[in-house]
């Protein structure tokens, strides 16, 4: 039997496989010390409601516990997490048509770090942060979902593809349409 201790010292990856083949809840334990409080920050980027973002994180908690076994180790179990919070949380504004969810889905901060891109990303650099916050309310749940993985998370194509499993040329045409769908959303504003 393991010490707590050598438990604690294991990898996210390691720790998921333990889990999965004993489905030890104290062990999961480990696993919620390590995230929660990361998965409650970007619950709370879409809910603007402590309460709010204490339950999706819940929710993305006891989803996970029930969904780990698909966790293939593809990419990093952290950058899986954050793709399956980011889903959790997008289907949940989704579901919920209330514009007061809607309206808030993007805190400030994160519009900051989306536009801080790659050099072919001119268009994100000369946008102002008011509009800009408007324009991410336009576009769709998934579209700023990704936007916000590779600019906010700084997750790499590579990253993305494994978290999206599909291609690096469906992950780049994707971000493309999105930012293009961003930019024409900020053009159209007044």
């Not at 879409?46 to 973002?53: G, Y």
């Amino acid at each position: 039997m393991e010490t707590l201790e050598n438990i604690n010292k294991q990898s996210d990856e390691d720790l998921v496989k333990a889990i999965v083949k004993t489905n030890d809840t104290l062990l999961f334990e480990i696993l919620y010390d390590r995230y929660s409080s990361l998965v409650y920050n970007k619950c709370y980027g879409f809910a603007k409601d402590e309460d709010e973002a204490k339950d999706l994180t819940q929710d993305v908690f006891l989803k996970l516990f029930v969904k780990l076994a698909s966790f293939k180790g593809k990419s990093k179990f952290s950058t899986w997490l954050y793709a399956f919070t980011y889903n959790h949380c997008v289907n949940y504004v989704t579901r919920n048509t209330a514009k007061k969810f809607q309206n808030q889905a993007v805190d400030y901060k994160d519009i900051e770090n989306l536009s801080e891109g790659e050099a072919d990303d001119a268009g994100f650099l000369s946008m102002k942060v008011d509009k800009l916050k408007v324009a991410l309310e336009q576009i769709s749940p998934d579209e700023k979902m990704i936007l916000l993985l590779k600019y906010q998370d700084q997750l790499s194509i590579k990253d993305l593809e494994s978290v999206l499993d599909i291609g690096p040329s469906a992950v780049k045409m994707r971000i493309k349409r999105a930012k293009d769908k961003l930019i024409t959303e900020y053009n159209n504003l007044k």
